[in-house]
């Protein structure tokens, strides 16, 4: 390779990587959340988890639950009625804000809602993955701007470094000079989740440019079309809890379960579809009492559905999902040891020698700003919704004081990396005694029965492993004097 190439490399490689890096760690972190979305569904309602979910929902739970749902849409409230899973335990009596799922949780007993306030919930993450909590399309470009970047950063650091792929494979250097030892960690992360980021880019770059499409060209309907939405508001349900009761038997011999499934007006009918997580690819299957059998399709039968198969993860077991929740994790290490990176060399060179200052001070402040509100801040955010969710709202609106503690705190946390110089060292502080005081509020907040300890014991084990994390960091750079 020569000069002059390597050279263009490394300046496309850093100069599309730290601005990206911003967006794609955001969506790295949030997308591994993701992964987990019903569980911390769960985990932030706690009461939700007192009754193991039957295999099958009882005639009683089924009729309250459905005439919940049947009460919602006659009030011109269109929502739907999520079905029991090992997932999550409850009913969910939800609708969709345009951002979140909202509603309250049913019990699996008797359908009746539970004692337990709304919360931001899973899909909060979900959703900040998906389009950054913007509005459309500008939530869309940037996470498909950022995809694009992710690609292209991949493939000029996997070129930069051809040469030295194998030998680096497994080198990490912990008691090297700091520089050294952040570039081993990028290298070993990028070279260990190599397929899977290339993977996880592509496939976000197709599902999200297919999203742009339809909004900058949306299909024109006939004169007089009525929308699904308006006709379910015109048309109230007709349907009864004995044809719910029936139509439930029916999908189960059809599909072999029906929890994770959903219940939602069709026409002036409620149907019955099928769990997002039977087929690799999202078939969205749906049975109504005047058509109870399910029409065969292809197994893939568009190209969307099987980019959304390798990207959204819906069919994945509980293995799947820890392995995706890894490579979601260390793809958020790639990210943050290149911004470190990036900003160590941006360090060096512009206070020892102001000529060759690739930047001025104030925007060299902007990127240090950048880089701790990123891999810092929005940690500390996402603990924050976490306690704030288990604690007592002052105001009227729980999902309203939530969104406010989440983003205060996620704002606040750039403003003071401007403000002060060792921010990062104070913020992980800050993060270690969220992250290890988590699983004392979990215990001090829930009740000590539960159906899924299993749910609570890892969120708490997670905490603590990011939590002692956070204080190594912070006892190294006091070592160091940085």
Same mark, same amino acid.
């Given at each position: ?77 269109? #929502?739907? *009625? ?54 459309? !399309? ?11 970047? *992710? ?10 470094? *051809? ?24 290298? =070993? ?55 719910? *009761? ?51 399709? #292809? ?41 470190? =990176? ?8 512009? !206070? ?117 994390? #956070? #204080? ?11």
């Amino acid at each position: 390779m020569s000069a002059q190439l390597r050279t263009t490399l490394r300046f496309l490689h850093r100069w599309i990587g730290f601005p990206a890096g911003v967006f794609l760690f955001i969506l790295c972190f949030t997308g591994a959340l993701a992964a987990f979305d019903q569980e911390i569904q769960s985990w932030m309602q706690p009461t939700s988890t007192l009754v193991k979910a039957p295999l099958f929902p009882s005639k009683k739970a089924l009729t309250q639950a459905v005439s919940s749902l049947k009460e919602e849409l006659q009030n011109g409230r269109f #929502a739907f *009625l999520k079905l029991p899973s090992p997932r999550d335990e409850s009913f969910r009596l939800w609708h969709y804000d345009g951002h979140i799922f909202l509603g309250p949780a049913l019990s699996p007993e008797t359908g009746t809602p539970l004692p337990s306030s709304e919360v931001l919930g899973g899909s909060f993450f979900a959703t900040l993955h998906c389009n950054l909590y913007l509005p459309q !399309p500008w939530g869309i470009i940037l996470t498909l701007l950022a995809g694009l970047a *992710l690609i292209a950063t991949t493939l000029t650091g996997l070129w930069l470094q *051809l040469r030295r792929f194998l030998p680096d494979l497994l080198l990490f250097r912990p008691r090297a000079h700091p520089h050294r030892r952040w570039l081993d960690l990028h290298l =070993l992360a990028g070279t260990l989740t190599l397929p899977a980021l290339l993977l996880a880019g592509i496939s976000g770059v197709v599902l999200q440019s297919q999203d742009l499409l339809r909004i900058i060209t949306p299909p024109h309907p006939p004169s007089g079309h009525i929308s699904r939405h308006q006709q379910n508001i015109f048309s109230p349900p007709a349907t009864s809890s004995l044809d719910v *009761l029936a139509l439930s038997q029916k999908g189960q011999q059809q599909w072999g379960r029906i929890a994770g499934g959903f219940l939602m007006q069709r026409g002036n009918e409620i149907g019955l579809y099928a769990p997002d997580d039977l087929h690799f690819c999202l078939k969205r299957q749906v049975i109504t009492p005047h058509y109870p059998l399910a029409p065969s399709q #292809a197994a893939c039968s568009t190209v969307r559905s099987i980019f959304a198969g390798l990207h959204d993860f819906r069919w994945a077991d509980l293995t799947s999902r820890w392995l995706y929740f890894g490579v979601g994790i260390l793809g958020c290490l790639i990210i943050a040891s290149g911004m470190v =990176l990036f900003l160590r060399t941006e360090a060096y060179n512009h !206070p020892h020698n102001a000529e060759k200052a690739p930047c001025s001070p104030n925007l060299f402040s902007l990127y240090y700003s950048l880089t701790v509100s990123t891999l810092i801040g929005l940690p500390i955010a996402s603990f924050a919704l976490l306690w704030s969710t288990r604690l007592a709202s002052p105001l009227s609106s729980s999902i309203m004081w939530e969104k406010i503690v989440f983003f205060s705190l996620w704002g606040l946390s750039g403003l003071h990396a401007i403000l002060m110089q060792r921010a990062h060292t104070q913020q992980a502080i800050l993060l270690t005694l969220l992250a290890l005081g988590l699983p004392l509020l979990d215990l001090a907040t829930r009740p000590w029965h539960t159906a899924r300890p299993f749910l609570f014991g890892s969120v708490d084990l997670i905490s603590v492993t990011l939590g002692l994390s #956070a #204080a190594c960091f912070v006892l190294r750079k006091k070592t160091e004097g940085a």
